[in-house]
């Protein structure tokens, strides 16, 4: 790691490395287990689709639309994934050089997590907004709000900046800073577990199999906290319109329209796809990022990863 001359310096190589690391790991995760995300889109995004278990919906989607339609829009994604987990991890490894390792704690890695966040939201919501559209072309979109001009993430920034104006690229804005929390609890829940394993094997590095836990257990206690409004944040980018709802209608007008109409399980649905996707998803994520980050450490650096 960075000598203590350099350690209270945000800009370091090692901050790099994690950024580097946290979004190659993002982006083979998120290409192994795509068609769950996709199935998660259909199912928030669809009214009449009928909530089915995950493994049924994939059959119905193949069957009706082709085995593609699973994989639709996972260019975009994968480029506003690397972004987003680039930025992201570089803040929270950053701000974490300029507080001392000695007193980290789980307080200080929510909040650490949190400011992450926020940065993180505010940078890259335009490309989650353009990448939702892609993803999800032609589904449930009024006539006169086709995105059928726009099939790359750049040509798509430029078209709704253009015809619907820079405040749509922001759109599911409020529920994502909302949201920062998914994260937060997620790494604080992780290192808070690295911590008490690292102590437990005095040091060893653990094995593979418990990156793999470790990620699968922070993310699932996240996701279900935080599901509802990430249901709402996909309808908000997505740009549905309900009836006897206003066009601009924010995050809580929308929480209690769902809940009036659908009961609960409205705003869980799809739940199931969502946290299998996002659970295995992260789980292979940190497992990826942890053993990319300490192959670069040890191989250039010819020292261990200190955390």
């Keep these: 790691m960075a000598s203590d001359g350099h350690s209270k310096n945000i800009f370091t190589y090692d901050t790099l490395v994690h950024a580097i690391s946290g979004a190659a790991g993002s982006v083979v995760a998120m290409a192994v287990f795509y068609p769950l995300d996709t199935v998660r889109s259909r199912l928030q995004l669809e009214e009449g689709r009928q909530s089915k278990s995950t493994l049924a919906t994939i059959r119905e989607l193949i069957a009706k639309e082709g085995p593609y ?6 260019i975009p994604v994968l480029q506003s994934l690397c ?13 974490k050089e300029l507080k001392s390792r000695r007193n980290q704690t789980a307080g200080s890695d929510l909040l650490i997590a949190s400011i992450a966040g926020v940065i993180n939201v505010l940078t890259t919501t335009p490309l989650w907004v353009v990448n939702t559209r892609l993803k999800m072309k032609g589904i449930g979109l009024a006539p006169e709000r086709n995105n059928n001009e726009y099939t790359t993430l750049c040509d798509g920034l430029v078209h709704i ?15 994502s800073l909302m949201l920062v929390a998914n994260p937060a609890i997620q790494f604080m829940t992780y290192e808070s577990i690295k911590r008490r394993i690292n102590i437990s094997l005095g040091g060893a590095q653990p094995p593979a199999w418990a990156f793999f836990v470790m990620g699968a257990i922070a993310k699932t206690i996240a996701t279900v906290i935080t599901y ?3 249901l709402v944040q996909t309808k908000l980018r997505h740009g549905d319109k309900y009836p006897n709802l206003p066009p601009d209608a924010g ?3 929308l929480l209690i329209y769902i809940l009036k109409k659908q009961g609960i399980s409205g705003l869980y649905k799809g739940m199931e796809a969502k946290l299998l996707q996002t659970v295995f998803t992260a789980a292979l994520m940190f497992l990826t990022y942890e053993k990319i980050a300490r192959f670069v450490f040890r191989i250039l650096l010819h020292k261990p990863l200190l955390r």
């Design 161 to 175: 900046c253009k015809y619907e104006g820079l405040r749509k690229l922001w759109a599911g804005t409020i529920p």
């Design 69 to 74: 339609t699973l994989y639709r829009g996972i």
């Design 251 to 253: 995050t809580l007008q």
């Design 83 to 95: 972004a987003s987990n680039f930025v992201y991890f570089y803040t929270f490894h950053g701000l």
């Design 228 to 230: 509802p409004l990430q």
